[in-house]
């Protein structure tokens, strides 16, 4: 709705969705901070001692098992599973959305320009501007929406397995294999960065605009002193 966008996308709307992005997930991650701990465990090899680190369940969590059913199945639906969910839904609407207005364009636009013998050899127009932009934006999100279902997804069917199964579940796998799921969703974050960058015009000037000055005024050479000479 083009012609509302004043109202929806408001600086109070924008504001309150920044806040709320910030609030939403530490109210939903507070019973995972509570449910694991890190503990410390001390191994001599070779007369030198050695102190590892990993992770583990609260010990109130693992008496009571429903608590614990609860915490992984929020953790579950509503930190991994509802948001891939979201983002699918999002990202196939916009890139709908990107395929008809590049549908109107070409229904809309008139090819009176090109001279008739060119058309009749078949000649092919060369895409747009606006049309280039609108296809690296469709590959933009189409990667962005990959990468997060990769790694995403999985934890979350992982997570709701532990709730359908127990602690036992988490004991025997997720030692093993959550320290790797929590750096693929690290790297999908810091690819995401680089595709943005690479692929959206508006982001590097953004991204420039907030940084570039920041870091070149510390390298700016000092201006140079006014000096005033006074001839007698």
């Given amino acids: 709705y083009p012609e509302r966008s004043h109202i929806l996308?408001?600086?109070?709307?924008?504001?309150?969705?920044i806040s709320l992005s910030y609030l939403i997930p530490i109210v939903l991650c507070t019973p995972t901070y509570i449910t694991i701990t890190i503990t410390k465990q001390e191994i001599t090899e070779n007369k030198v001692k050695y102190v590892l680190y990993h992770t583990d369940l609260n010990e109130a969590f693992k008496n009571d098992k429903t608590l614990l059913k609860i915490n992984f199945w929020i953790y579950a639906v509503f930190i991994k599973l509802l948001p891939c969910c979201i983002l699918t839904v999002i990202s196939c609407w916009l890139i709908r959305a990107l395929f008809g207005a590049k549908r109107r364009k070409r229904v809309l636009r008139s090819y009176d320009c090109y001279p008739l013998?060119?058309?009749?050899?078949?000649?092919?127009?060369?895409?747009?501007?606006?049309?280039?932009?609108?296809?690296?934006?469709?590959?933009?999100l189409v990667a962005v929406l990959f990468l997060f279902l990769v790694t995403e997804f999985p934890q979350g069917i992982f997570a709701l397995l532990i709730g359908i199964k127990g602690k036992d579940l988490f004991l025997e796998c997720y030692q093993l294999y959550g320290e790797i799921m929590d750096i693929l969703a690290l790297i999908n974050g810091a690819i995401n960065f680089i595709l943005y960058c690479c692929m959206n015009r508006m982001f590097r000037a953004t991204f420039g605009q907030?940084?570039?000055?920041?870091?070149?005024?510390?390298?700016?050479?000092?201006?140079?002193?006014?000096?005033?000479?006074?001839y007698v």
């Fill in 9 to 17: 996308c408001s600086e109070y709307r924008c504001t309150l969705a």
């Fill in 117 to 140: 013998s060119e058309i009749g050899r078949g000649a092919r127009r060369k895409p747009s501007k606006a049309e280039r932009r609108a296809d690296r934006t469709t590959k933009m």
């Fill in 210 to 230: 907030l940084f570039k000055h920041k870091i070149l005024a510390q390298w700016a050479p000092a201006p140079p002193s006014e000096v005033h000479t006074t």
